[in-house]
């Protein structure tokens, strides 16, 4: 037994082709190709070159995934234009990095940008634990199929896991991505840990405005050397995206499902992680993504989105409000706590409330008070799904009246963001409130159809 | 156009059917029944007589749906042994309560408890506004389905929004479902706002241990006056379950799509409203539901539950602490506010952190304070879905360290619950992490096969 086999656990799957069924294990009978055999793969004018590995026994009969020199797997779908060499005998798997690619002339220009986070993170095997380690050079060079998509410029923010991330951290982030557009970058790739990937995300759909190219943020649920990491599938797919999609928005690029079949990118607004390790965490709430790419193809899934322009100028607005607090309501939730927040200087409570907004009658009296202190008081719904409307009931309309702000479908973490930021712009309230109703970067969807 | 119409916003529909086609359109031409025609459905032995009212046009071409007398909505599907029939000419719809049904005999006890919620209100159509004001006993009577289902013993507990209920009011829904079961009920159900029912579901569930009987929370999503509303359904339902079902659980009754085909009874610990408005908002998860009723069957969908069993005898653990807080991690998160709760006297704190269940370090040092004070603070993942792993990455395992409690995959809502229920059981620290982490009412699910 390989020590490869021992490290990724894939052990109990036995036989030549563990895991391959149907057109994938017929495609590597015909060229002899078995586990552990180096192959090539060429495939829409992309080569893949790496170490064929087993598959989850879950896995569909269209897939092959590849062990990419280095660690990084990619799954790739087999169609009948596919075509599969193999290119070398059966390898140990070590981690030696190559140096980074040379660069093709006359693709576009991608900025890198990494800040942390599982897909720029390894196991040590001697503890199991993940740890921060490779940075964007490296994903770079252990990548090589990226030097076939895009130029890149690949540049370390910061390791960090992302919930150390602040909103000071957004604000440096969006720096950067502006400094490397006004470097020519036809697109930016952010790669992010995926705990706070969305806050970021929602961050940066406010602070940089009017842009010119694609800015895409792409994480990992699975660290890259482990064989059902989705890092390269995210990273090449995002680097696709930065360096051609249509569109100029915030975007994050994941697994739409839990196979490699298909990325889907999502609006900076209006996505969540919504299950703590599976590959398909990342949804678009109450939305569909704006796009989606599979077999190296961009499709998009709405019409109404910024149009790419490499002449538009961008518009800095960066700052952000360190006064603002996201409160989630909960029976018998203490209405002192907004008092407390308020007197240490609050400027903003985005209320994570019940069903179609509502706080019990219990914290009225502090709300009140917040808002006569000339403090924003918001609200956003626990149910996730769904849009607020606080004139439906007695305590809703109550709320209204007292001063709060209904955000209609607006998530509760893009809310705390912009209003982070939207206190960032101005100390004015009215400014601040007006700012924050109004939609800048989709994050209020249009109303849906009545059920 | 009758007053019906133009109340429930149903005249852009036309014609003698509106909404109504293939099998349900067809069984109506059968008998020459129309709309506001009155008619009896006869189906598995249940009678239901109503009036026939328009459709959605999203709607099925299976079912039919009548208001019953009164005002309350039904969808019933048509199958080849549903008889139809016409037993009066159309009608104005005016909401006349007519007196509670004669009870039948020999019919299981169920008792039917109401605290409130869209369940039990009335839009004012005046405003257009949702109000409290119909009692169990007004429900029973204008259901008179029920009264084939069970004998019904009503009782008003309060007339409350679900977001003003508080510990102590599931301690005093504790006590009167304890105090019906004595009296012989051989089911309970509960009449509920769905703003916080999954939190009151799970109350009970940690409450009420040993059951002999199930404990059934039903809501509606859309008030019964208006024509796509779920009271009905759900309520039939839910007293059949209390009534029939062979589990003594607390589960909450509810629709298990937008159709009025299914209803699904989740569990206590395992709930969430997962939309603000659709009538298929509460989900299960991690878990499937532990049973569907579907035309008046139920069907189990879990082997693993406590049995119904009259003989057994029903403990009462219902004290909850108000000492616990639960409080959602966002980037930039001041750890300030953790001090200032423990200097208020909070003894338990439920964190709802990112991903795999984490916080920004910079919370630690006020986390270890609170930890040494003897404050309980134990973690969970605003992912919703998933399971917190704390041994995965570095600031997980720091928080571990500390003494922060990882709990598994138990919702965020249930875990601030149980823990209050904890803090209400024992002051001893050790005592109450014991109840905490360890599984009492399926809060905690097996864990899943990887992907």
Redesign the interface.
Not at 352 to 362: A, C, I, Y
Not at 391 to 395: D, G, I, K, M, T
């Given at each position: 037994m390989s020590a490869f086999r021992k490290k990724s656990g894939v052990n109990e799957l036995s036989g030549k082709f563990p895991g391959y069924k149907g057109d994938a294990l017929q495609a590597l009978q015909e060229v002899g190709a078995e586990i552990e055999d180096q192959i090539r793969v060429t495939k829409n004018g992309l080569t893949y070159e790496g170490i064929l590995i087993p598959r989850?026994e879950?896995g569909d009969d269209k897939h092959l995934v590849l062990k990419l020199r280095s660690g990084y797997n990619i799954g790739i779908k087999i169609t009948p234009t596919t075509k599969i060499e193999k290119i070398g005998p059966k390898t140990e798997l070590t981690f030696v990095p190559p140096p980074p690619p040379e660069q093709k002339k006359n693709l576009p220009k991608v900025a890198l940008l990494s800040t942390g986070g599982t897909i720029a993170s390894r196991v040590d095997y001697r503890t199991?634990?993940?740890?921060p380690a490779v940075s964007a050079n490296d994903l770079y060079s252990i990548i090589p199929e990226l030097s076939d998509i895009a130029v890149i410029d690949a540049k370390i923010l910061f390791s960090l896991?992302?919930?150390?991330?602040?909103?000071?951290?957004?604000t440096k982030i969006a720096e950067a991505v502006a400094a490397h557009i006004a470097q020519g970058a036809d697109g930016v790739v952010i790669t992010h840990?995926?705990?706070?990937m969305a806050?970021?995300a929602a961050a940066l759909s406010f602070a940089l405005q009017n842009l010119p190219v694609p800015v895409v943020l792409v994480g990992a649920q699975r660290s890259e050397d482990r064989p059902?990491s989705d890092a390269a599938t995210n990273l090449i797919e995002g680097v696709l995206a930065a360096a051609k999609a249509p569109f100029a928005e915030v975007v994050v690029a994941m697994h739409e499902t839990?196979s490699d079949e298909s990325i889907v990118l999502h609006r900076g607004t209006k996505v969540r992680?919504?299950?703590?390790?599976?590959?398909d965490?990342f949804k678009s709430i109450n939305v569909d993504p704006i796009a989606r790419i599979k077999d190296g193809e961009i499709t998009l899934m709405t019409e109404d989105y910024s149009k790419r322009d490499r002449n538009r100028e961008l518009i800095m607005r960066s700052r952000f409000s360190?006064n603002v607090?996201?409160?989630?309501?909960?029976?018998?939730?203490?209405a002192?706590?907004i008092n407390?927040?308020v007197e240490?200087g609050c400027k903003g409570i985005v209320l994570?409330?019940?069903?179609?907004?509502?706080?019990?009658?219990?914290c009225f009296q502090s709300i009140r008070r917040a808002i006569e202190g000339n403090a924003i008081v918001a609200m956003t719904?626990q149910?996730?799904?769904?849009?607020?409307?606080m004139?439906?009931?007695?305590?809703g309309?109550d709320l209204l009246s007292l001063g709060v702000i209904p955000l209609s479908d607006m998530l509760p973490?893009t809310a705390?963001v912009k209003l982070?930021w939207a206190l960032g712009q101005s100390d004015d309230v009215e400014v601040t409130k007006n700012l924050l109703t109004n939609n800048i970067a989709h994050e209020i969807s249009a109303r849906t159809v009545k059920?």
């Open positions: 989850s879950h199991g634990a993940v740890r896991f992302s919930e150390d991330l602040t909103p000071d951290h957004w840990g995926t705990d706070t806050y970021t059902s839990i992680k919504c299950h703590t390790s599976r590959r965490a360190w607090k996201l409160l989630k309501f909960y029976p018998g939730m203490d002192e706590i407390l927040l240490k994570e409330g019940t069903g179609l907004g509502h706080v019990s009658r219990r719904s149910c996730i799904w769904g849009r607020v409307n004139n439906v009931y007695e305590n309309r973490e705390f982070s059920m």
